[in-house]
């Protein structure tokens, strides 16, 4: 992260610049792999809107990939 100081009348500030590679405060583990899930869907025709955070938490604590993921919840897959 970079930082950058800057001198107030009384004390030194030190501000930090967001990086791209830091993750954002509501950027979980689970809500880009959700995301990710979604694109997909889209991107084969299939509603995504159906997706349900309790269908998909066990498939992210296992570990699963996003093509088994597909497959599972019975959409097409590419």
Known sequence: MNRKMKKTSKHVVEISE??????SPWDSGFSIFKRRIGELMQLNGNDDSAIDDDDLIP????????????SALGCSVC
Not at 59 to 70: A, D, K, Q
């Open 59 to 70: 498939y992210y604590r296992m570990g699963e990939s996003e093509t088994f993921v597909l």
């Open 18 to 23: 967001p990086s791209l590679w830091d993750p």
